[in-house]
């Protein structure tokens, strides 16, 4: 029988990392997480260094432009400086079944553990259910002292719901990893949660980049963020003529 | 692989416990169950000892309102006095499948017989689909001499339904814990099922209080039940009241 | 853990059996194989020898008249006579999932080759959509060499549908038995499927006890077919005078 | 417990093969896959090795039109010539659950290796939505070099959707299959998706039958097609004349 969840790392990667945080990006609403990952992992240029495939990601592979398949999978990247290496972990889909979530955040823990990263952050969308011109970023965290040092680069933590829930890894991880010890921050960007949501993606990214301190250079991603607020703005006000149109006739 | 459930008692307890009976009061219809433990807890000053977490509770975890995070959780309260100890189990929500409530309870019972429970009470809802007046409190048993001290007790076995099933903890406890040879009874106070009940859990408390010997001042919980009581009757005036207009109109 | 399937005897049952069959009626279309066979252990007299209960029946409990709880089950009943012993299975549910069919089925194969069952009788219903007014009893069998017996007792083989399939544990039982080298038939009564239908046990009744060479008075069950045959032909003749009153009307 | 999955093979099978392929042909859209390797097993003569069976397939029986049941099943069947041996896998059903997909495509490659095959080609259909009148036939491989060959052979890479995901067997074993380090080709026809679709299958066979160089008359597969496709011009044609009807009346 082949294993549930496999987790293979490449030949050249090495566990003995310098300083190193742990950031989750993996698809969830507005894929507010997998867009500040993925971007982050473009601009600083980091390096694949491992993979997860499990029998609780959909059953299906995906093709390449060039017709070559392979599993779904989650993936790790590797970026390496003189003061802070960071572990990424993105990838195609989470778990299809509730069991499956818990055992796969559960081996997300342990690799950060592996590596003994300092901090894991968790990063998620914020659904509101309306657009949002200047996206908040909301926070949660594992440890109550973690806090202070969260609000001051920027998150709030003041949810319109009070308590709430984090469903999927952004949210097991943060308990999971308690068990094992380790910090974590899980951050929200506000997003209607209808769309791919660059701007709620812009807001996590530069508060995340402030808390880890390494900088990461946003243009593109703003300028993403920009061309869609754009666009939405034209479809509102469009929308608003119709509106007015139809008041003429009524 | 993590546990499929996993039990962590806190070292303050000791599980050497004096004459115990243990009480599941979980997430159920009407909350009733819910409402009676958690009250009970509260104002007997029950204190915390201990915590279940499961692959089998829903994959996510539950902020407070600072933003901390915790996994979807059961907890087990313990009060001691001189004659009377009681474990309480409480929660946030109950199993996702219906394997993992079969497993689920079979661990609550595992627990129930460690700590030497003389007797496990499961409590919770009756739906009947429209508002009680005088919510009466209906009885089940794992063994049939148990049958006369309850109805003494106050509790009624005259079902609408002639047998009827009882899904869940509340149901399962009862069964597996005869398998243990231990004694199980599950008080259910009537409810419509559409709202959260202080009333059926008023009248679960009576009888329950009476039954372990263990007085409960229920004035708080009475007063939200009087307030829900008027809540109620104020809308069913309302819309007698709009009855009465369409009628006019008619 | 407890175990996923439990199999309880009691201790009055030797498994030495005199000429035995097994004999499956657990809950199906029109309820027909839990009809016949709860008849059989009834006009029999047939006595209790052992209880099947597991995680993957419904997550809840039973209750009798007087309140007594208990898990969902299925049951064995022994019949003992001098030539021909009868191992029944009967009970409340069938498995809620695909996987427990197939694991709740071999462990019956395996109590029928426990007690080396000369043939294995599953019982079930044949859905029509339509009232039957003769219903005929369809078969099927693990060994074609079965057929010539079975139709001389009066089961017939024309299904409207060529081929066809046969869902839970009446249909997995006759191909999970094969695989121990048991002999195994499935006669099922035509019914429309929409009710209880004691007529189309009635007609399983008559054939299985010729094929089993055990007399079963069948009064009582015929009766009751003939009470919902007179209760079916009312409603019909109402529902014709309400479309000859339209008629007039029309 | 009976095994989650079993695979038999019959006492004839020898596994040591003449440079062998593995085709898959189970159900899936238009049964493109299916008619394929049905049609090839038909023409050739291959014969039964084996049978697997498992609790993931759905749980019931299939008779055959003479009332003999036999579990759902998928088969192996081989073909044996001077130069190339084919190992068929066709069947009932596929998996019912996710996980199930996993442990049986997983299950499927180990056949493949166990008998040293050269290549995998998995089959199936690719659904447009509309009736296609001839159907390209699409291709995916678990190798960049492979598709040079692939193309040689008339297939196509050029999709409408970039990228893409191909669901069940056909597709997980192109990626199970590459872990050990076997190569695999996967092929599509191009079909509507709602009919069983026998013009499909004909492109897909003719070049299957050219990759691996094995001649297979496609005469009857051919004539299957044509009679389909007349079917299909008279019911549009019908459709066509209905509208033109309807535009006499407007």
Redesign the interface.
């Known amino acids: 029988?082949?294993d549930?969840i496999s987790v293979r790392f490449l030949d050249c990667f090495k566990k003995d990392l310098n300083n190193p945080v742990f950031i989750e990006g993996l698809p969830g609403i507005g894929q507010v997480g997998k867009l500040v990952a993925e971007y982050m992992i473009h601009v600083l240029g980091a390096e694949k260094v491992g993979e997860i495939t499990s029998?609780?990601?959909?059953?299906?592979?995906?093709?390449?432009?060039?017709?070559?398949?392979?599993?779904v999978r989650n993936e790790l990247y590797l970026y390496q400086s003189g003061t802070r290496d960071i572990l990424f972990l993105v990838g195609d889909h989470q778990?299809?079944?509730?069991?499956g979530?818990?055992?796969l955040?559960?081996c997300y823990c342990g690799i950060a553990e592996e590596v003994r990263a300092r901090r894991i952050y968790t990063l998620g969308g914020f659904g509101v259910g309306h657009l949002v011109n200047e996206p908040r970023v909301?926070?949660?965290?594992?440890?109550?002292e973690l806090?202070g040092e969260i609000e001051a680069a920027g998150v709030t933590?003041q949810?319109d719901d009070?308590?709430?829930?984090?469903?999927?890894a952004a949210?097991?991880m943060?308990?999971?990893s308690?068990q094992r010890e380790m910090e974590a921050v899980?951050l929200m960007g506000e997003t209607s949660g209808y769309i791919v949501d660059p701007m709620a993606a812009a807001s996590v990214l530069a508060v995340l980049s402030k808390l880890i301190d390494v900088p990461v250079d946003p243009t593109r991603l703003n300028d993403r963020a920009s061309e869609m607020e754009k666009a939405i703005e034209g479809f509102v006000e469009s929308e608003k003529m119709k509106d007015e149109e139809l008041s003429y006739i009524g």
Chains 1, 2, 3, 4 share one sequence.
Do not use: W
């Open positions: 029988m082949m549930e029998i609780y990601f959909p059953p299906q592979v995906i093709l390449d432009e060039k017709g070559l398949a392979r599993l778990s299809t079944s509730g069991e979530h818990y055992l955040a559960d909301l926070g949660a965290m594992n440890r109550p806090r933590f949810r009070s308590g709430g829930a984090i469903i999927g949210g097991l943060l308990a999971l308690a899980c």
